[in-house]
């Protein structure tokens, strides 16, 4: 569904990573874990199309991207930004609304099946009671919903999210960790980034860890999320294990006295 072949990436001259070679698969759940800088957002904005590779290629549904214009690409991918301020007093509703704009013929208007759709994806999220209030008076945590909503309603095969419970209270951390499963069992590819390695066993089938722009492991949590990784990612001491009664292994750091 989504390919990324030998793909490098970056800004102009300045090559953040390279070499990422995946394949994400309907109905995968894939982490992307690495420490701050590693290239997360960068590799993200180049599997979408909004920066272009510095070399390599991605493939959706086996067609190059760089072929495919941007209604074709929004038919088929969302993305999930990291929160943001918001600028305009659009209703929260409207920005919704906004992930059907690939669905609309241009020069119309939004119409009702869009509307449903976009509701649906509030009501889904638990959002529906903030539709009518203005983007620029909720929380950074609803704003967050909102973009989470907005790329529901854009109904795509593949879902990306950077960092999508990081602004998030924890139960709404694990209420979007759910929906994710969800959706994943519906079909949807999704990639989502974290610096939780809870969160990748909660929810990831894979997690690919990126260091210094270079994939540094990829397999299943369980066999590729060790304590050593996260030492060499995090450069932290940590504890692993499945506590009684639990279904999926946690992690705990181990603090020294002088931490
Ligand atoms: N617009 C830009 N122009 C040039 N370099 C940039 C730009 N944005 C980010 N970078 C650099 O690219 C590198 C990777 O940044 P990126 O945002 O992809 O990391 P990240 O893994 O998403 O980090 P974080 O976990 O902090 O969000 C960093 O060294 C960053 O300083």
Redesign the pocket.
């Known amino acids: 569904m989504l390919e990324l072949r030998d793909l490098a990436f970056?800004?102009?001259t300045?090559q953040?990573?390279g070499g990422v070679s995946l394949i994400l698969r309907p109905g995968e759940v894939l982490a992307l874990l690495?420490?701050?800088?590693?290239?997360?957002?960068?590799?993200?904005?180049t599997m979408l199309g909004l920066l272009a590779p510095l070399g390599g290629e991605v493939f959706l549904d086996t067609a190059p991207l760089e072929t495919l214009d941007r209604k074709e690409r929004a038919r088929c991918i969302a993305y999930v930004p990291?929160a943001h301020a918001a600028l305009f007093p659009f209703t929260v509703r409207d920005v919704v609304l906004m992930g059907r704009a690939a669905q609309v013929a241009p020069f119309s208007a939004p119409g009702r099946t869009d509307r449903e759709v976009a509701s649906a994806a509030l009501e889904r999220l638990g959002m529906a009671h903030l539709s009518d209030r203005p983007y620029t008076e909720i929380s950074g945590g609803e704003r967050q919903m909102t973009l989470i909503a907005r790329a529901l309603a854009q109904q795509p095969k593949v879902l990306v999210m950077?960092?999508p419970a990081a602004s998030l209270d924890y139960g709404n951390q694990m209420r979007v960790l759910g929906h994710v499963r969800r959706l994943a069992s519906e079909g949807m590819a999704v990639v989502l980034?974290t610096?939780n390695p809870d969160h990748v066993f909660m929810v990831a089938d894979r997690v690919a860890m990126?260091h210094e722009?270079r994939l540094a492991g990829l397999g299943a949590p369980a066999d590729v999320l060790t304590v050593e990784r996260v030492k060499q990612l995090y450069n932290i001491e940590v504890v692993m294990g499945v506590l009684p009664g639990g279904s999926s292994k946690v992690c705990s750091p181990r603090l020294g006295p002088g931490d």
């Open positions: 970056g800004y102009g300045r953040v990573g690495g420490p701050n800088g590693a290239g997360k957002t960068t590799l993200f904005k990291q950077d960092e980034s610096h990126l722009g």
